[in-house]
């Protein structure tokens, strides 16, 4: 064969809408030559379900459940955002045990969402053994949640003022003896298993490389930001709750197994922030005080002053902000959900133009970013 | 802090560029329609600043007549601008002007209507499938 006959061209390629590694409903059109990625083009709102549209029709209890299905993995979080929004708005306070059980429910669900995305980062590279693992531990965590409040995923738990149901003594020793099987033990065969494997390192080190000042100015939060070096966590940077009175360390990425701000820095900062949630986790066993679960008042119903306010917590994915605009009444005039995954995959299309991506990378750069796509599309 | 919408676009350069201010993080635009105002029916779109460096916090409101919502877009200050403003023109109708690609985001693109606006109807229908309500 003569060489003209050779006859090379780009290619429009469909990622998605269903895609196993999209992690959800989620469209990428990627313009390829071979198996280099030229271009990418992010399509989301296939889940949408119109929380914001429903949040104005229902009263202030009613819009809790709603919350939660938008970041599914760490529900609790979600439920929190919007509960301290409220309590802003309307002046509640909330009981002291109330704010331990909150932070000690919020850091486990932080555990069991790194977990689900330690376990599929590794299936979408290739490696399947890590995401058994994960899964196995993962279930403890949902096994104690379930008998907190019967739920394994949309849990309700936090709400307006306090918590659903009270800690009982059998519950917080699950939860001690979840501690002391997780860390270190588990995490450091984490590590071994998946984080140090020369073959992960050279998969996700040097890939989809996002300078700081880049990722803030895409609005990028939480673990996906801090693995570009940058010191940022509402935790400790504006507290709430009881954080301020919790010791703890924010890990950012270093750049050890290559650029500073790559995939395998992303991730790695998201292993490290198990060990501190676990660490918080103890604090609160150790510190939490007896008292009510939740403000009696607040329990049966909510009705707030007009006004607005904007909240924000730290979520397993980033800052989980609420704009609640109240005009009086029992049913929010307004409900603005900033969901932090919504933000973190915008800088996706601009990550591929960088510099020149293979079209497994694009995968192994969407997995590092973590999102959720129930609360990309709300 | 209130902004006149002609401002807008220069507040926004200064409140990301003045050292004391440093707000690089463009947290959350929201839009919220008032159909019924006393002085005229209005849509105010809220933009929640953050400084990364400086730990404060920063809320700006802009006035927008109803009928005709127009503001500068921001998205060549801080890129997250984008994805924000699309959602809230896509949800609220609100045109930002100088937006390279200003379509819906959430909603389909044959979607009719800005389904946030205090006044909207549901269709009966979309592409033959049936708005049943329970």
Not at chain 1, 20 to 35: I, N, Q
Not at chain 1, 159 to 182: K, N
Not at chain 1, 264 to 290: H, K
Not at chain 2, 13 to 19: A, M, P, V
Request: charged residues 25%; contains cysteine.
């Amino acid at each position: 064969m003569t060489e003209a006959k050779i006859r090379t061209e780009e290619m429009l390629l469909n990622m998605g809408p269903q895609h196993p590694s999209t992690h959800g409903v989620f469209r990428v059109v990627v313009r390829t030559d071979g198996e280099l990625v030229l271009e990418s083009e992010s399509h989301i709102g296939y889940l949408h379900r119109c929380f914001e549209k429903c949040a104005e029709g229902n009263n202030y209890l009613q819009v809790v459940p709603y919350t939660d299905r938008m970041d599914y993995l760490c529900a609790m979080m979600n439920n929190w955002g919007y509960a301290v929004a409220v309590e802003k708005l309307a002046g509640i306070e909330v009981p002291e045990r109330a704010e331990y059980i909150r932070v000690m429910v919020a850091e486990l669900n932080r555990v069991a969402s790194h977990l689900l995305a330690f376990g599929t980062y590794g299936l979408d590279i290739g490696a399947i053994t890590p995401f058994l693992y994960a899964f196995r531990d993962r279930e403890r965590i949902l096994k104690i949640f379930e008998k907190l409040c019967g739920q394994r995923l949309n849990y309700s738990y936090v709400r307006i003022g306090g918590v659903t149901f009270d800690m009982t003594e059998e519950i917080l020793a699950d939860i001690e003896a979840f501690c002391d099987y997780f860390d270190p033990k588990i995490i450091d065969e984490y590590d071994n298993l998946l984080s140090y494997n020369g073959i992960f390192i050279s998969r996700t080190a040097n890939v989809g490389v996002m300078p700081a000042d880049l990722a803030i100015s895409y609005g990028v939060t939480g673990p996906s930001l801090r693995g570009s070096g940058v010191q940022r966590d509402l935790r400790r940077d504006a507290p709430y709750g009881i954080y301020d009175r919790l010791e703890f360390d924010v890990p950012v990425g270093t750049g050890e197994m290559g650029q500073l701000g790559d995939c395998w820095d992303r991730y790695m900062v998201r292993m490290r922030e198990m060990r501190q949630s676990i660490r918080l986790v103890r604090q609160v066993l150790r510190d939490i005080p007896e008292g009510p679960f939740c403000d009696k008042k607040a329990y049966r119903a909510v009705k707030p002053k007009a006004g607005e306010t904007y909240k924000r917590v730290e979520g397993a994915r980033g800052e989980v902000g609420f704009y609640i605009v109240s005009d009086g009444t029992n049913i929010p005039y307004r409900v603005k959900a900033r969901a932090p995954s919504f933000s973190n995959i915008s800088i996706l299309d601009k990550l591929t133009s960088l510099s020149d991506v293979m079209v497994a990378d694009l995968v192994a750069i969407i997995g590092s970013l973590d999102i959720v796509l129930g609360e990309v599309d709300r | 802090m209130v902004v006149k919408a002609e401002a807008w676009a220069a507040v926004a350069g200064l409140c990301r560029d003045d050292s004391r201010l440093g707000f690089d993080l463009l947290s959350c635009i929201t839009g919220v329609d008032y159909p019924e105002r006393e002085d005229g029916a209005e849509i105010e779109v809220i933009y929640n600043l953050d400084s990364i460096a400086n730990h404060h916090e920063l809320t700006v409101k802009v006035k927008l007549p109803r009928d005709d919502p127009r503001i500068a877009s921001v998205e060549e200050i801080w890129r997250t601008a984008d994805w924000h403003e699309r959602e809230t023109y896509d949800l609220l109708g609100v045109v930002f002007e100088g937006h390279h690609n200003l379509v819906r985001i959430l909603c389909a693109e044959d979607w009719v209507g800005h389904p946030l606006r205090k006044d909207y109807e549901p269709p009966d229908s979309f592409h033959g499938i049936k708005n049943v309500i329970y």
